[in-house]
T-cell receptor
């Protein structure tokens, strides 16, 4: 256990569905991340949230919508996804306070299958 | 932009033996951090070891150690006394040490090396 939890662990959805992935961290961190892990590709950063700002990867389609209501919770809202969006979605968190001292801790991931 | 290359897609090691996983990276920065993460079949990404670029001493963590060659931009992971539980995907990752806002701490990952441990 790394202190980062994700639900659901597995999700199957149709292309017209709307679903949300949830991430929660119990580490007192102030930054949270969404990564996408596809087969045979490096992990891709999708979004970063800190208390102050959000940094968004420009290549993320608008059918993915993040939400960070507080420093402990992070959501990824999904709508009208495509089959190529099937992947493992990993959440991570870190404490971006002491420059260079923090490490990103990952959740167990949500395995998403889009039919 | 930084890149991370892991040239060994798969490797295997006999139980109790030693194995070294390779990683090279490309950057123009002088302040950065390097990581090795392990991802077992459970898919949980687990931090194995971390190295600060400003430290000349190689990081060690129990049976895991690194060989950090800054000039060569090489960061290999050595696993000693390999155990069955070490079987996993291993990812090398880079992170800038420069603060430019929340996105500064983006991790750039290699494609990974799948390690098998033979009983």
């Amino acid at each position: 256990e790394t202190g980062v939890t994700q639900t659901p662990r597995h999700l199957v959805m149709g292309m017209t569905n709307k679903k949300s992935l949830k991430c929660e961290q119990h580490l007192g961190h102030n930054a949270m991340y969404w990564y996408k892990q596809s087969a045979k590709k490096p992990l891709e950063l999708m979004f970063v949230y800190s208390l102050e700002e959000r940094v968004e990867n420009n290549s993320v389609p608008s059918r993915f919508s993040p939400e960070c209501p507080n420093s402990s919770h992070l959501f990824l809202h999904l709508h009208t996804l495509q089959p190529e969006d099937s992947a493992l979605y990993l959440c991570a968190s870190s404490r971006n306070r002491d420059r260079g001292r923090e490490t990103q801790y990952f959740g167990p991931g949500t395995r998403l299958l889009v039919l | 932009a930084q890149t991370v290359t892991q040239s060994q897609p798969e490797m295997s090691v006999q139980e109790a033996e030693t194995v070294t996983l390779s990683c090279t990276y490309d950057t123009s920065e002088s302040d950065y951090y390097l990581f090795w993460y392990k991802q077992p079949p459970s898919r949980q990404m687990i931090l194995v070891i971390r190295q600060e670029a400003y430290k000349q001493q190689n990081a060690t963590e129990n049976r895991f150690s690194v060989n950090f060659q800054k000039a060569a931009k090489s960061f290999s992971l050595k696993i000693s006394d390999s155990q069955l539980g070490d079987a996993a995907m291993y990812f090398c990752a880079y992170r800038s040490g420069s603060w430019r806002g929340a996105g500064s701490y983006q991790l750039t990952f290699g494609k990974g090396t799948k390690l098998s441990v033979i009983p």
